[in-house]
């Protein structure tokens, strides 16, 4: 099968996702997270360019529309996965349980998510396309996991010469950032399932 750019790009974006995981799931050092955020950064990069070509250039497919929203799917959740087996290890609490949290919220909005696509594409033959919301939930997960990956190092190279409240372990714009990053998967959530009811009729 011959795939355009935008679609070439998101088969990218999948492909470094087993790379993300394995870096993610190694013990915590400066230049794992550098090679981490390195990685996760040119993954997230190609969900930008990926759209914006394919609406430049009209290139956007049904096969895009479906699998650019995987992709992202798999990118974020292997990342949160991986900051929680890591902060586990690490015996770090805070960080454990916020993105333990923020794990399972994603994989729960992300099944009905699915769920409902499944439905639409089946009953209607409709393929629900990433909206607005769903977009600014992405980049809110994208800019929590980049925080997580670059305070640490921050505090490591920054925080002992420099006691300050961002450098003291308590990484408060990663947690902050993970609020509004669940707040906005809640939410998009939500929109999509009440935006799709009318293809839940259970009389059909």
């Known amino acids: 099968m011959k795939m355009n750019l935008p679609n070439k790009l998101t088969v990218l974006r999948l492909i470094l996702v087993p790379a993300i995981l394995v870096v993610m799931l190694l013990p915590y050092s400066i230049l794992n997270n550098v090679i981490a955020l390195v990685i996760f950064s040119g993954a997230s990069i190609t969900d930008y360019f990926d759209g914006k070509i394919a609406r430049k250039y009209n290139l956007i497919t049904d096969f895009g529309k479906f699998l650019d929203p995987l ?12 900051i929680v087996c890591r902060s586990y290890v690490a015996q770090d609490d805070w960080m454990f349980w916020i993105f333990m949290g923020m ?9 009905a998510v699915a769920s409902i696509r499944l439905i639409a594409s089946t009953k209607a033959n409709v393929v629900v396309a990433a909206n607005m919301l769903g977009k600014v939930k992405t980049v809110t997960q994208i800019a929590c996991i980049i925080l997580a990956l670059v305070e640490p190092v921050a505090h490591d190279l920054v925080g002992r010469a420099v006691p300050d409240f961002f450098f003291s372990g308590f990484y408060a714009l990663t ?30």
């Open 71 to 82: 992709a992202d799917k798999f990118m974020v959740i292997a990342a949160i996965f991986g």
């Open 175 to 204: 947690y902050l950032t993970a609020a509004v990053a669940i707040i906005f998967t809640v939410w998009s959530g939500i929109n999509y399932i009440a935006g799709c009811w009318k293809y839940l009729d259970p009389e059909k």
């Open 103 to 111: 794990l399972i919220v994603t994989i729960f909005r992300e099944l």
